[in-house]
């Protein structure tokens, strides 16, 4: 069975600095790999994902993550932050296609200070 | 807009009641999935459903039971065999794909429903 780590539990990055976010994942073949993030009291939006192709991966509001095989990674970046960033954000990886099923790390809360 | 709708926002529960969460869309999307949210912790698959008519059990099924009789409706129970209801519950959807190269993983989610026991 598939499993993520995001081993940062909180970040706090001063706005218009980098952010990165670590997530490592567990599984034997190519998995599925995507980014969400959550602000409080509401639901996820999906940021970007992964699956096949082209290993840098675009994703919205600025976001872009790198699928590293070899290090079973797909870590969370952004160049410069925006206060509007503070939320809390998840890896999830899948199985495959025909796997309908995700399994998601525990989340890393980013703190934006002015 | 399209979207997803759960309802309500808020629901408290008495002890050996069952309640009902809502989740509506119209995106015309054909999987839907409930997970569960605890804090500190990643969201847990309670039920998925890939087709009307049909669902699956995810990994903390025991005590909820769901139905998927329209295509735009996956209404969760939580029945008094969960003991420990309060949660945040989240309900996704996203569409249905056989091919080799799709995702059919949730890719949109509603914005919750908190439970608490009184």
């Known amino acids: 069975a598939q499993s993520v780590t995001q081993p940062d539990i909180h970040i706090t990055v001063s706005e218009g600095a980098s952010l990165e976010l670590r997530c490592n994942y567990s599984y034997g073949a190519t998995p599925y790999l995507f980014w969400y993030v959550q602000s409080p009291g509401q639901g996820l939006q999906l940021l970007l994902k992964?699956?096949?192709?082209?290993?840098l991966v675009q994703g919205i509001k600025g976001f872009e993550a790198e699928f590293k095989r070899s290090q079973s990674s797909f870590n969370l970046r952004k160049p410069s932050v925006h206060w509007s960033d503070a939320a809390e954000y998840f890896c999830a990886v899948g199985a495959g296609y025909n796997d309908y099923k995700l399994s998601f790390g525990a989340g890393t809360t980013v703190t934006v200070r002015a | 807009d399209g979207g997803i709708t759960q309802s309500p926002k808020y629901l408290f529960r008495k002890e050996g009641q069952n309640v009902t969460l809502s989740c509506e869309q119209n995106l015309n999307h054909d999987a839907m999935y409930w997970y569960r949210q605890d804090p500190g912790q990643g969201l847990r698959l309670i039920y998925y459903?890939?087709?009307?008519?049909?669902?699956q059990k995810g990994d903390i099924a025991e005590g909820y039971s769901v139905s998927r009789e329209k295509k735009e409706s996956f209404p969760l129970t939580v029945t008094s065999a969960q003991k420990n209801p309060t949660a945040f519950y989240l309900c996704a959807s996203t569409q249905r794909d056989r091919s080799v190269r799709s995702v059919n993983q949730p890719q949109h989610f509603g914005d919750g429903t908190r439970l608490s026991i009184l």
């Open positions: 992964y699956f096949s192709g082209d290993t």
């Open positions: 459903s890939q087709i009307v008519n049909d669902f």
